[in-house]
Nanobody, 122 residues
Framework: QVQLVESGGGLVQPGGSLRLSCAASGTTIFSITLMAWYRQAPGKERELVAGMTSGGTTNYADSVKGRFTISRDNAKNTVYLQMNSLKPEDTAVYSC???????????????WGQGTLVTVSS
């Protein structure tokens, strides 16, 4: 069974940077079709932060555009979120979602990680 594990969260001052990682494990992955990062602050609904299609096209929430960068390493089955110029409003639990092919064919799996906490505070 595929699992996603996020790492890299922590406490950072406003204006600082963090790099989040989301690694897939548990089985062989043929391809990563889509990866995305979401976040959810306490008492708030989950929102899409950044996504990357199978073709490498990226999209970002307006609130993070120009500050966050999503990237992936298919050989390592890992997606990253580089977060720069962090603001207190960025404080949230960040979770990654992946859509995978485990073998050639029409079957895909959507998997969520457990999340990693990012706290931006002075």
């Amino acid at each position: 069974q595929v699992q996603l594990v996020e790492s890299g969260g922590g406490l950072v001052q406003p204006g600082g940077s963090l790099r989040l990682s989301c690694a897939a494990s548990g089985t062989t992955i043929f391809s990563i079709t889509l990866m995305a990062w979401y976040r959810q602050a306490p008492g708030k609904e989950r929102e899409l932060v950044a996504g990357m299609t199978s073709g490498g096209t990226t999209n970002y929430a307006d609130s993070v555009k120009g500050r966050f960068t999503i990237s992936r390493d298919n050989a390592k089955n890992t997606v990253y979120l580089q977060m720069n110029s962090l603001k207190p409003e960025d404080t949230a639990v960040y979770s990654c979602k992946g859509v995978f092919q485990l073998s050639p064919g029409p079957r895909y799996r959507e998997i969520w990680g457990q999340g990693t906490l990012v706290t931006v505070s002075s």
